[in-house]
């Protein structure tokens, strides 16, 4: 085994816990155990310390009304007992570490103080988790996110999500930001986003409604655009110039089946 196989082997040894527990990992005997452990947790806490900081700043800025800080969470019981399973980068630790996140927020906070935190939580989250995953999307048979050409058919991009909210959101967050002393208002109203992840690893957002919700929904890799347009009551130049935006956006790509 060479250097470099050796320095890809320590490298997935600190990213993923269960692969240290593993006979394979250990019959190699390359590094002492309990020194591996140590900094995989060190890296661990750094890893999700600045996810946290950065997909969480509005309940950040929330801080002096809930009493909570989110980052918090990565000094607590809760998460030590997650590191022996935690993966870093994968969607499944993004997911469990996010919901230990917001609950440690809701603790701190009274209703009536902030009643749009359950909302900004989901999506704080939502973001998070997105974010996660496996950067690269093409292989073979699958398109580049260009919008597709000689029989080409949309798909949805795995991990793409909707949030269904009970207040308008997006209006508050800049708000959150600034300098305030009474908590920003969010307007009460039913607000779809959707939220979905560049090639590039850029998370995006956007307003959505039904007729976006149906086209990504049946976007399946299978469906033509005139199936994929009667499906969603479009005609099929309406549904390009749909698919254009969702492509940009990173929610949709297009499966070339060769």
Known sequence: MNDRAVQDLLIRALADAPY???????????????????????LARH?????????????????RITGRQPAAVLSGPAFDALLPTAVLGSRATAQAVAGL??????????????????????????????EAG??????AGK?????????????????TVFLDLAYDLPAVLPQLLKPWTA???AVER??????????????????????????????????????????AGLAVPQLEETLKGLVDLGAVRFWTGS
């Open 190 to 231: 039913p607000t779809r986003l959707l939220v979905a992840r560049s090639q590039h690893g850029r998370v995006a957002v956007a307003r959505s409604d039904d007729t976006v919700a149906a086209v990504v929904q049946l976007a399946d890799g299978k469906r033509t655009l005139e199936q994929l347009a009667a499906g």
């Open 183 to 185: 908590v920003p208002k």
């Open 47 to 63: 890893f999700y310390y600045e996810r946290i900081v950065h997909f969480f700043k509005y309940s950040r800025a929330l801080g």
């Open 134 to 139: 496996a950067r690269v999307w093409t292989d």
């Open 143 to 159: 398109g580049d996110g260009g919008r597709g050409t000689g029989g080409a058919t949309p798909e949805i991009v795995e991990g």
């Open 20 to 42: 240290r527990e593993s006979p394979e990992w250990r019959s190699r005997a390359l590094a002492d155990p309990e020194r591996v452990e140590r900094f995989a947790r060190f």
């Open 101 to 130: 996140v917001a609950a440690c927020v809701r603790e701190g906070e009274s209703p009536t103080q902030v009643p749009y935190l359950n909302d900004l939580l989901r999506y704080e989250a939502a973001m998070m988790v997105v």
